[in-house]
């Protein structure tokens, strides 16, 4: 069942609220419903969302809908964040709900959708990261052209803390005399990311002037990721970006072990610590 704000009067009435989108300012708008008895109430509820339905003009498809929602979000999220919605949708979505009218979608139907993805091998959280980019298009639908939603309610798959793998200590042991052994550009980077725990897109993304040898600080700025892209000539792309919070954006002091290490293969202020970094992204 949708889920349905309803609560109990100090008047002894029952009270349920529909959502009807937002005013210019902001402010979220409701259509208010009361009756004696909360039964009243949800029967009254039903019956405006199944005739809201049966009479909506909106003729859209999800496909077309989401297109809409895609260009209205575009100068406001990361080409990174837009490129992941797209690949989502692309690949999972439309495939299954792309052709059908946007009014035609229930709860069943998205229900169906997760249990066949689950099946397929996906993960919970994929799959969940995937009903919330549903949601979200919904969500847009509603506003825009105040169709019923099928997503209220639904309950998303639950989510699994991914198991960390780390190195024991003989295995740590080993990379450590490797790289010893073997200073150069490569294990300079595996350096870092032991000591520092620098991740490896900021990692590719650290220029030299981000490194104050002097002051013994590293500086996060940036951060590289590999994103779809629209051109049909190339799948993929390599961009550099802001890290996705301003948490990611953060110093880190230099270890004494790296110092020597940092020193022997500093660079101009303007040159990526990885030198396959440049050509990388050109």
Not at 226 to 242: M, P
Request: aromatic content about 8%; charged content about 30%.
């Amino acid at each position: 069942m949708n889920r349905m704000n309803i609560y109990h009067r100090r008047d002894g009435r029952w009270e349920g609220r529909i959502s009807r989108g937002k005013t210019e300012e902001g402010k979220r708008k409701f259509q208010y419903i009361l009756a004696r008895t909360k039964e009243e109430v949800i029967q009254k509820i039903t019956e405006i969302r199944k005739n809201e339905q049966q009479n909506e003009k909106c003729s859209q498809t999800v496909a077309e809908i989401f297109s809409e929602w895609k260009r209205s979000i575009q100068y406001r999220v990361k080409e990174s964040t837009a490129a992941n919605y797209t690949m989502k949708a692309e690949k999972h979505i439309l495939p299954i709900f792309g052709d059908k009218a946007i009014t035609s979608l229930k709860a069943d139907d998205i229900y169906s959708f997760i249990e066949s993805k689950r099946k397929s091998g996906l993960s919970a959280r994929y799959t969940a990261d995937m009903v919330i980019l549903l949601k979200i298009i919904f969500k847009y639908a509603v506003r825009i052209y105040h169709i019923f939603n099928p997503l209220d309610g639904i309950v998303l798959p639950k989510k699994k803390s991914p198991e960390i793998l780390l190195l024991d200590d003989g295995e740590q042991k080993k990379l450590q005399q490797y790289i010893t052994q073997n200073e150069n550009m490569d294990t300079l980077g595996v350096a870092l990311s032991m000591s520092t725990g620098i991740r490896i897109g900021e990692l590719c993304a650290l220029q030299w002037k981000d490194i104050d040898l002097e002051k013994r600080i590293l500086t996060v700025r940036k951060t590289m990721q590999r994103i779809q892209c629209a051109d049909i000539r190339s799948k993929t792309k390599l961009i550099i970006t802001e890290p996705k919070s301003e948490s990611s954006r953060r110093k880190i002091p230099i270890p004494n072990c790296m110092m020597q290490f940092l020193q022997k293969f500093s660079g101009n202020p303007g040159d990526y610590v990885l030198t396959g970094t440049k050509k990388a992204i050109e």
